[in-house]
């Protein structure tokens, strides 16, 4: 972010610098897209002027204050364009929100949430569907990947709710 201080009619003092940096620097928490901060000061007939043009992504916002004091008019002036940069980001987010779907709404459309507690890695051992029914009774598991012993193709077999057993087989359609 740049920032140009101009001071018009009136010798730029340090403490008024550090001042319009601070004030400049808290408009940063609320917009960081800022590109640059161009501020106005001037003094006519007892007249303290302060105007700030700031420019934003695509949007360029403009202020100014006067009062009979630089300080309260930098002040009036910061928080005038506050409220502009606040509009400003509001209407952007909210612009962005009505777009975006959240995450939780997606994953109801598409089912709870899958994770993997457990990666096993098992040994592939070529057997008949008996010998893979007692592996996975000592196992204590519900189904058994194994290698037929004679066509050498990957089966799997699974207990039943009624306490019988199925096979699974791949077919080529």
């Known amino acids: 972010m740049r920032i140009h201080i101009v001071a018009r009619k009136i010798k730029m003092s340090k403490p008024i610098k550090d001042f319009i940096e601070t004030k400049i620097k808290k408009l ?52 005038k364009i506050e409220i502009q940069v ?35 890695d098992v040994p592939l051992k070529p057997m008949n569907k008996e010998e893979a029914v007692i592996e996975m009774e000592k196992l204590g598991y519900n189904f058994w990947l194994y290698q037929e012993k004679g066509s050498r193709q990957l089966q799997v077999v699974f207990k039943r709710l009624d306490s019988t057993y199925g096979l699974l087989q791949p077919v080529k359609k």
């Open 28 to 79: 940063h928490e609320y917009l960081d897209n800022i590109v640059w901060v161009q501020v106005i000061v001037s003094v006519e007939k007892k007249i303290h002027t302060a105007e700030v043009v700031l420019h934003a992504g695509h949007q360029t916002m403009k202020a100014a204050a006067s009062t009979d004091e630089m300080y309260s008019a930098i002040d009036k002036v910061m928080d």
């Open 86 to 120: 606040k509009k400003y980001k509001d209407r952007f987010t909210d612009h962005h929100a009505a777009e975006t779907v959240g995450l939780d709404e997606f994953t109801t459309l598409l089912g709870p949430e899958i994770r993997f507690s457990v990666v096993k």
